[in-house]
């Protein structure tokens, strides 16, 4: 894993939650969503993911044929990114948020992790939040990139 995005630039105050994409792009080097994972990951003292995330990052890492690799690396990870559980509250809140802004199941779960926790910012690539770009939910900043 990349090293270089910690302790660079300089951080918000605040926590961040990141989709999985946004790890994903970051630890697979995608092409033109590196250097924007790289940034938003460097932007943060305190670093978290839903749990599902370690799921999607492993399922991803299982395709592109990485998965031994992940694995070894997934400790350090977890050490970097705290991941944060979800439980029944915040699954109801998912089916609300489902809902209300029309996002596919996972996607609340990520977006309502943030908001249960109190995290001031979530960040994603995904096109299902760019109605909600730089929308607040609670205290939750939503940042589609």
């Given at each position: 894993?990349?090293?270089?995005?910690?302790?660079?630039?300089?951080?918000?105050?605040?926590?961040?939650?990141?989709?999985?994409?946004?790890?994903?792009?970051?630890?697979?080097?995608?092409?033109?969503?590196?250097?924007?994972?790289?940034?938003?990951?460097?932007?943060?003292?305190?670093?978290?993911?839903?749990?599902?995330?370690?799921?999607e990052?492993?399922?991803?890492?299982?395709?592109?044929?990485?998965?031994?690799?992940?694995?070894?690396?997934?400790?350090?990870?977890?050490?970097?990114?705290?991941?944060?559980?979800?439980?029944?509250?915040?699954?109801?809140?998912?089916?609300?948020?489902?809902?209300?802004?029309?996002?596919?199941?996972?996607?609340s779960?990520?977006?309502?992790?943030?908001?249960?926790?109190n995290?001031?910012?979530?960040?994603?690539?995904?096109?299902?939040?760019?109605?909600?770009?730089?929308?607040?939910?609670?205290n939750?900043?939503?940042?589609k990139?």
């Open positions: 894993m990349q090293k270089s995005w910690i302790g660079s630039g300089k951080p918000r105050k605040g926590k961040a939650l990141y989709d999985s994409n946004v790890l994903i792009a970051y630890l697979f080097r995608e092409e033109w969503k590196f250097d924007t994972a790289k940034e938003v990951l460097a932007k943060h003292p305190d670093r978290y993911m839903s749990i599902i995330s370690i799921h990052i492993g399922y991803y890492s299982r395709e592109m044929g990485t998965e031994v690799k992940f694995m070894e690396m997934k400790p350090k990870l977890i050490q970097l990114i705290k991941p944060l559980q979800i439980d029944q509250e915040t699954c109801t809140h998912a089916i609300a948020l489902r809902s209300l802004e029309k996002l596919p199941g996972i996607d779960f990520m977006a309502v992790t943030a908001i249960r926790y995290v001031d910012y979530f960040y994603t690539f995904d096109e299902d939040f760019t109605r909600l770009n730089s929308r607040k939910i609670k939750t900043m939503i940042i990139l």
